[in-house]
């Protein structure tokens, strides 16, 4: 790489000073051959006021190092550079740290990519040359002095041909490597034969260590402090040798994390395995035991076989599963498609799979003596949600779809009172079943699961299928319901719509409000109004009602609790309300001379400002009203949101229409089957070519958030499903999850690593979720656990096995 592209990646310093990695990265892609000054990156990228702040840094920044941020040009993920900052300064940092870097084990994949810069932009800096001397001897032993010399100076900027010869020196006189005919070799001594035949004292205290005796026996037996016998153990070993197999040793324990059994079961060393901890003072790697052995292929050897057995692990469909009840029982629900199953209408079939794999092991077993103590594991696990006495639900969020998670928000916020799920359940039963949802009674649980948390302020989840708002007066709610009623009416008439309001069950409500029903009875047995209001009361509504064309439900029914206490529920009858002029609904109370009660909302928001926040909305509607899939003025665009509790009057600008049209013409123009991420999508020609159609779509948007706007109507058309992960959103025509959009990644790919999958999941979606091995295979991915790679299935796995054995045989 020349001079002029080194100087030109540098530009990727400015990410530090909060610039865009992805505009950087296309001027970089479009001129790397050429310097690049601000009139290359404004002609690339436009003249917007963003991008010429972007081309002004560029004329004035420290070009005197390398940010981590330049291997994003060298295609290393922003995760992964994210993770490299807490480490490490900058790139020059990592340079010269290579050891440290190296020993954080990163994906095989990631290491190759930052040798690659390194190595593209000369910072190949030596941090350790007598480590780095030492592994190219073992490497090449034998090596003659020149060749080694060459290749040295030749890798490493930094290191001087004084250097080498003193380094070289020092390694000879401490007996780490020896000269003979053929170049140099490592000392090939072993540890214990080099300590045990040693005159010198120190040597075998060291010996002792190694052997496993402690620092205060060794002081005990010759009379010194166990802070002593450390600094001496520590000193001496800086004068030892380099031993056989040591380079070997110090790989595999800077890497891996072994136990004492690992290290029998491997045949290692003791001796110079507790050697090699006490020179390097390596600190604990993250991998450990597993990983070595799917790392180097040795599942199926002798020892990888014992292993697994003696830790009661198993190998199933690529996924490798720790040996027990909980871990078989899920992996067979998810194997056998079940997403919701009585426990005791499935025992059979599952003890059935246990046999199928050769488990013999009876806590796996279900058997009648301990199914109630394996019911009670399940309800402890969080992949299963208890119906009922023996019923469960599979809890899978990932294979939700974006719509009913969405529909089903939108019923919470929208709840006010006391309750049935089934409300929800009746109005979306398809939506429910396409999410294996097969009732009321399972998707009470599953709602509890997922939004107990979110509205912990707001929901009480009473008992299956019911829920209420906090501390809500439950006597007062099904009260307040006899003034919506026609009056009078039959007792079953009200119950039918206590029922067509809540889904609560019709005997329940009968039976629970009974004292309820009967206070409001007159003497023909129907519910009635008898006490009527006075002239006065009238007289006081009327003031309050005559200079009001539309008012908010909640503002409403807080007045009338102020001013007519006990008596307010007569005056919430929507009937009462008629004889005054004015129609109720859930939303708002408005006066009779208009047709519904978007005409009524739509006129006030005529005469207010063009800027409006949830509380001035308020007054005339709830903000659900103007903002939720559930109500038909979603259509109106009356209101659109521009940022946090700030909404544009569109009524008051007369852009509706405008925005109607906006709002069709994205629906119109987005592809069916396809997953847009708004940020790209605001920057695709698709949408310019949206906003050339029409002017005055710019005069809108670019005055407030586009961003805020588009997602507003985007969310609010019911044309879209939409995922909101983080800061990223992301829509589509189509079902819309998390398993869709993997397989998406999986149907182009076939294969890919675990690694790269997370890189395009952010680089094509912004989605930083990670997915594990055992969610993916739930998915239906092969996910082998000697591979860090995952196979659209079995066969893609076979496939590639087979091409890999005939290349090796040299087919």
Known sequence: MNQIQKQNIKLLNLVEYGFSFRQIQRVLLNSINTPIYKEEIIQCLGNTPSIIKLANASMNFDRSYF?????IYFDVNFITIEKLKKNFKSLDDLALRKDFFDSLSYQVETSKRVKIALDELSLNYCSNLKNELLNEISENEPIQNNRLKIKILNKYSNVTSQLFDETIDYLLSGRKIILCLEGYRISQVTVTDYLKNSDIDKDLIVLRKCQGESLEKIGQEKGLTRERIRQIINNRIKSLPIFYDEIKYYGMLSSYKFTSYDINLLNLDSCLVEYIYLKYKIDTPEKDMLDYLRDNKLYETSIGKKYLGDNKLIEIDGELLKINFINLFYKFIVKSNIFSFKFNNIIDKYNKFINSLNIFDSDCKVTEEDKIVKMRKLENHKNFLCVSRDKFVVFQEDKLSSEFI???????DTVDGYCSVKYFFNQYKLLCEKNHINDEFELFVLCKKLFCELYKDKIDFIRNPV?????????????EMISDMTLPCTVDEFIDYVYFKTALNKKSVSLKFSHIINKYKNKEGLLSLDCDYTDDEAELLIDYLEDKECIGYTLFELNMKKMFKDKYSIFMNANILKR??????????????????????KNCLSEMDLI??????EKICKIEFLTYKVYDAINECLVIKIGNNKFLNMVARNEQELMINLKEKILDSCEEIRIYVLNEFLESNLFKDILNSNILYKDVLYSYDIKEIIKFLISTSFGFNTIIQGDTFIFSKSELSFEIIISSIMNEYEIIGTNELKEVLYEKFGITKSFTNSELANMGYYCPYTSEKIY???????LEMEELLNENNGS
């Open 612 to 617: 409006l926040t949830t509380s001035m909305i």
């Open 406 to 412: 969405e529909r089903l928000k939108d019923y919470l």
């Open 792 to 798: 659209l299935s079995k066969e893609y796995y076979e």
């Open 580 to 601: 005054f002029n004015f129609n109720k609904t859930n939303t708002s109370v408005y006066h009779s001379k208009y047709s519904n009660r978007i005409e009524a909302v």
């Open 67 to 71: 940010s981590l941020w330049c291997l």
């Open 467 to 479: 829920i209420c708002i906090k501390n809500i007066n439950k006597d007062e709610y099904i009260e």
